[in-house]
């Protein structure tokens, strides 16, 4: 069995709908607010309400600035501009440096996101969310990921809703995220750049491989981050034997004519196992790349939706030295996977071929040490014997605060988990 959660987004979805949606569903608060600290972003606070929104009970989830009123932006609200959301001057990440006119680039929040104190998966989630919006509107406006920039009050607004989404999903100890068909929307919208169709072009970038109803609703009910997240974390189309736990529900700020602006999501175990998983291997033979490009082609596969990629040295014809970048990813993402090689490296072709991974069940934890909490993935093999593996940058960073060799952190971490509570294969 998983822990999967299903986005059930018949009225679209957006970053501050799922934060609120995911508290509904029990994610705690107070641990949220102490998490966000760790960020290093100022200027901010968050709170919580409760709606009823067509007698339905909602959390609305709103991100204040400083002596604002609760910012009414494209990432926060169905509406506006991912670039441009007009705001307080001087507001911004903290340590970190804006582009010109106020606004900060991506590489610097990668970079603040990179440096903050969250755990470790709960960073990588983050990340993984915000590269794939910064891939998406660096396509649509023609700059290199890194440069795309956003406007400080912008960032600080989808800085906190993707890194609150990650930190709720971490407490709710979520396996897999589904998503519904999503409404596109319709009309258009102002911003900085002028008048935008709905969807916006970033979304429709986002959203592929996914199941768009276009001409369903009216404006945008689909944002930049909402997508973003879904993009990043979510498969498409409902889990089969959903065993379901909970629900929660996210409310926008606008009121919507035709349905109730919410964000449903329903939290529950599959029943059945998914032990085998069709994916697709794209490999590439480079001969001519400066070698320091490897390490971002890899973050932003990885940030794509591939599961793992990697590199051989060969030798090719006229003895010439060679990389062959292999990447595994869902047979799905083949084209998207294929169109960052192509557009990131000196290769001119990607071959690729099916495959099938017969896959353990697995879970991820946090648990208790002698050196403080450490998350961990366990998986079942079939025959019962666990595979433990301690998240390696948490393990690093507590050995060297603490001065202790890596090696005694990772056999505090797997002796703790050999302790947990895990259910047993049906």
């Known amino acids: 069995m998983a822990r999967a959660l299903y986005f059930d987004a018949f009225s679209g979805v957006s970053g501050d709908m799922t934060v609120g949606a995911l508290l509904a569903l029990g994610a705690p608060f107070d641990v949220l607010r102490r998490e966000l600290a760790k960020l290093g972003v100022e200027g901010y606070r968050v709170e919580q309400s409760v709606r009823s929104v067509n007698g339905i009970r909602a959390v609305k989830f709103d991100v204040v600035l400083d002596s604002e009123a609760p910012v009414q932006t494209h990432h926060h609200d169905h509406g506006g501009d991912p670039h441009d959301h007009g705001g307080a001057p001087g507001t911004q990440p903290r340590g970190e440096a804006t582009g010109d006119h106020g606004h900060v680039r991506f590489a610097a929040i990668r970079d603040l996101l990179r440096c903050s104190g969250l755990e470790s998966p709960v960073r990588?989630?983050?990340?993984?969310?915000?590269?794939?919006?910064?891939i998406a509107e660096g396509?649509?406006?023609?700059?290199?990921?890194?440069?795309?920039?956003?406007?400080?009050?912008?960032?600080?607004?989808?800085?906190?809703?993707i890194a609150a989404t990650a930190i709720c999903l971490q407490s709710l100890d979520i396996d897999e995220v589904y998503v519904s068909a999503l409404p596109s929307g319709s009309g258009f919208v102002e911003c900085r750049h002028g008048t935008m169709p709905v969807p916006a072009p970033a979304t429709v970038r986002l959203l592929?491989?996914?199941?768009?109803?276009?001409?369903?609703?009216?404006?945008?009910?689909?944002?930049?981050?909402?997508?973003?997240i879904v993009a990043a974390l979510a498969r498409p189309g409902a889990p089969a034997d959903l065993r379901i736990e909970g629900v929660g529900y996210g409310a926008g700020t606008r009121v919507l004519a035709d349905r109730p602006n919410l964000l449903r999501l329903v939290l529950g175990e599959t029943c059945a196992e998914r032990d085998t998983a069709a994916l697709v291997v794209l490999e590439a033979n480079i001969d001519d790349s400066n070698p320091e490009i490897y390490e971002h082609v890899t973050d932003l596969l990885f940030a794509?939706?591939?599961?793992?990629?990697?590199?051989q040295p060969v030798v090719m014809k006229k003895g010439r030295p060679a990389v062959v970048l292999s990447i595994l990813g869902d047979a799905g993402l083949k084209d998207v996977l294929a169109g960052i090689v192509?557009?990131?490296?000196?290769?001119i072709g990607v071959r690729h071929y099916a495959v099938d991974r017969v896959e353990a069940p697995r879970s991820q934890h946090v648990v208790d040490t002698e050196f403080g909490p450490i998350a961990v993935k366990v998986a079942r093999a079939p025959d019962g014997t666990l595979n433990i593996a301690p998240e390696y940058e948490a393990c690093r960073r507590i050995a060297r605060e603490r001065s202790v060799a890596l090696k005694q952190v990772y056999?505090?971490?797997?002796?703790a988990a050999r302790h947990l509570s895990l259910p047993t294969s049906d």
């Open 124 to 134: 990588d989630r983050a990340i993984a969310i915000f590269t794939k919006l910064a």
């Open 208 to 228: 592929e491989g996914f199941s768009v109803r276009y001409g369903d609703g009216v404006g945008e009910l689909v944002t930049p981050t909402g997508a973003a």
């Open 304 to 311: 794509a939706g591939a599961r793992d990629v990697w590199l």
């Open 139 to 161: 396509a649509v406006h023609g700059v290199p990921p890194d440069d795309v920039s956003f406007h400080e009050v912008g960032a600080i607004d989808s800085i906190v809703d």
């Open 342 to 347: 192509l557009r990131e490296t000196s290769s």
């Open 411 to 415: 056999a505090a971490a797997i002796a």
